[in-house]
Structures are given as C-alpha cells and as structure tokens.
C-alpha cells in the first residue's frame, strides 16, 4: 500500500505542478489583458482631447487618462504625444516609439520597453486627422511599470493554487481510503494464506474487487492443478501399497517353493509360476507409471496442435503388438486429411497404446486402430471383433484397478483409466460401443482448424 501511496503522491505533485505553473500563465495574461485596457483607455482619451488649431495640433491632457493610470498606485507612468515627423509635443522625451509605428484599422501598437530601468509595459495610439489647415497623424504612447500586474498576476495563481492544495488534500485523503479499500481483499488474502493448514488447498473465496478477483482465481487454479498432482501422488502410493502387496507376496512364495523344490519337474511348475507373476507385476507397474505420467503431463505440459493420425501411426510402428501377441493381426485405419486436436502428444500415445494392449489382451483378431472425423468431433479408436465385457462392466470400466470377466486375472485393468483421464483432460470424452459386429473403444476430442496456432 505504501508504494501505491507513493506512486499516487507522485501522480498528484506532478500535477501540482503542472497546474501552478499553469495558473501562473493564466495569471499574468489575465493581468496582462486588465492593464493592457487601462493604458489603452489612457492613450484614447488623450488622443481624443487633441485639437487642430491654427494649423496645428493642440494636446489638452485629461484628467481622466490619469485617473485610470493611478489605480496602480505603486507603478511609474510615462507618456509622449509626437507629431508624424516625430517631434515631441508633449510629455516625456525618453518614452519610448515602437519599432513599427501603428497601421492599419486598429492603429494601436502594445510593446514592452524599459521605463527609467524598470520593464514597463507601452501602448502607441495613431490619430489622424484630415482638416483643412492640418492632415496627418498624430502618436499618442502611454506607458507604465509592471508592479501592479505582477501583484496582480500573483494574487491570482495564489487563489488558484489555495483552492488547488485543498482539492489536493481532499483527493489525498480519498485516495488513502480507496486504496486501503481495494488492498484490504489482498490483507485478508495474505492472512487467510498465513493461517491455513500447508495440506488445504480448498479455493478461496473470490468476492473481492474485479482486480483483485483476477489473483485470486489464478491463485485457485493453481492449486486446483496443485491439489491435482497431490492427490496423483497419493493415488499413487497408495495403489501402489495395495496392488503389489498380493504380488510381491506372492513371488516372494513361488521363489521359496521353487528353491525348496527338489524335483526338476516340480520347480520348472514353479519357475513358471514365478515368471507368469513376474511378467503381471511388471505390466502393473508399466501401467501404474503411464497413468502417473499422463496425470502429470496434462496438468503441465502445454497442448499443442496434434496429428491423430501420427498418434495412431506411432503406435503400429513400435510393433509392440508383435511381442505382446503375435498372433493377433493388427491393421491401421487412417484417411489422407489430418485430423487435428489441440493436446499434448505424450499423452495421447499412452491412452493410444493402452487401448491398443486392452484390445490385444482381451479382444479377438483382427484388431484395427483407427482415426475418423465426424463432423467437429476428431476419434482415435480400437476396435477388435470380440463382442466385449457384458454391459454392466462397461459401465464401471474406466475407474481404477477394474477387473472384469475378460481380464482372466493378469491385469490390473489401469489401462482404460488412463485413456478416460487423457480423454478428460483435453476437454473430450471416452465411451465404449459396438461397430459394425465390433466391439470400439473411442477416444473423442474436439477438432481444431488448420490455421489455428
């Protein structure tokens, strides 16, 4: 709050500034314009006592062009009355001509001079007159000292300036409110961090002003994701405590047997127990890491545009199916137009290839793998020509460690939930149903356009 103080202080002193030396221009110009008319007041009414006699121009000074003068009682005077060759009829010798004497309709000249060592302010009038016995131009100049504008001038941007500082002070104070107003949200935010327990990752609430509701929601997303990779972490470890406890246990008692066996044939039956166990606890583990992974990627890995079709095409290229069941054939269904989605390529292979290893373990020849667009909507799918799991098991598949029928007890049926959170994570949707006499598991993300970035 302070720096904000400071920053808005900062603000208002610039401006400050800004005004002042604004009200002090106003200032003298309005000064200016004031005086300005006083001494052109003075000059027309000598210019208007001047009479023509005996062919030649008589000045009678009025008292009133005087009168006008001394309302600045502090500032000097001077002025000439001058014939158009220049020859002084009355007043003063030093007061000086402008440089370009007055023409044109207006014949007046206001000028700055110096008045005895002092700046003073000038104005020259031109009379002309056309009479028989005298045609010409007669110059009036009336001048005077700038005290009485100066005061004025500063009279003025002080007024300008008092009314400025108590404006200031006003929008000071209520800038102090306002701020300590809009900063409370963020005390209350700090404090509510403070004291909460470092395992509580429930949203805060966002009823706070717009700004700061802007913090506070990506302050909830973040540990929204947090909560995420948390709860990953001890689903994790706690399926990983449950699942290998039965199968560690159980190769721990096959290799016993197999060492207490003295009969060849007897400890090859174990050996072959033992392999049998180790080969499920190794597929458990493979899938335990993917659905550990795939969580992580999609919470921090950035989507980017992705090919299905490259997806699919990866996935027949490992040739995993070659080692897993060499007996299954395997096809490869994909059109010439790319079907594009907007995920993240890592994690679409592992619910590919998980897909793919479901329908190898527990599906019939032929297995195809497949990428279709229909309409907005882009489908990575496996299909195989088995009927599949009877439809109240479909209904619970997806979730974790889900045995069915099929499975006859070597998995640990993670494979479909991985494929149901990428599906999830990128805003699409994992379902199962029978094609054509086949039984597909489809992937169905939304499509994005080939010019989006």
Known sequence: MG????????????????????SLAYGKQAARQSFDRLLLGAAQDIAESIKITDGAPIVDLPVSAF?????????????????????????????????TPPQGPQSIVLFDAALQGEDARFVTKAQRFAERDYAGIVYVTVG???????????????TALI?????GLVLIASAYFVIRSA????????TDLSTRDPYDLTPMSTKAPSEVAVIVTAMNQFMRRLDRQ???????????????RTPVAAIRAHAENASDETSPAQQQQSLEKLLKRTRSLGGLLDQMLSRALVIHRTDNAPPERVDLRDIALHVIETKDHDVLSPDITVELVIGDDPVCVLADEISLREAAKNMLNNAL??????????????DASAQLWVADAGDGPPIEVQRRIGANFERFAASKG??????????????????GRFYMDCVDDTFRVTIDLPVIGADHD
Do not use: C, W
């Not at 005077?144 to 002080?158: G, P, S, V, Y």
């Not at 009314?163 to 404006?167: D, E, F, L, P, R």
């Open 230 to 244: 948390v709860g990953a972490m001890r689903n994790l470890i706690s399926d990983t405590a449950h699942q290998l």
């Open 163 to 167: 009314g400025m500082s108590i404006a």
């Open 144 to 158: 005077q000292t700038l005290r009485a504008r100066n005061a004025l001038a500063f009279e003025l941007t002080k």
């Open 410 to 427: 070597n998995s640990a049926g993670l494979g479909l939930s991985i494929v149901s959170a990428v599906a999830e994570a990128f805003q």
């Open 3 to 22: 720096r904000v103080m400071l920053g808005v202080l900062a603000l208002l002193a610039a401006g400050g500034i800004i005004v002042a030396l604004a």
């Open 361 to 374: 373990r527990h599906g019939q020849s032929p297995v195809r793998i497949g990428v279709t667009q229909v």
């Open 183 to 190: 900063m409370r949200p963020l005390e209350d935010i700090a």
């Open 67 to 99: 009168s006008l003068l001394s309302l600045a009682v502090d500032d000097r005077i001077s002025y000439a009355v001058r014939d158009a060759k220049g020859a002084l009829l009355t007043g003063y010798q030093e007061a000086p001509t402008p440089t």
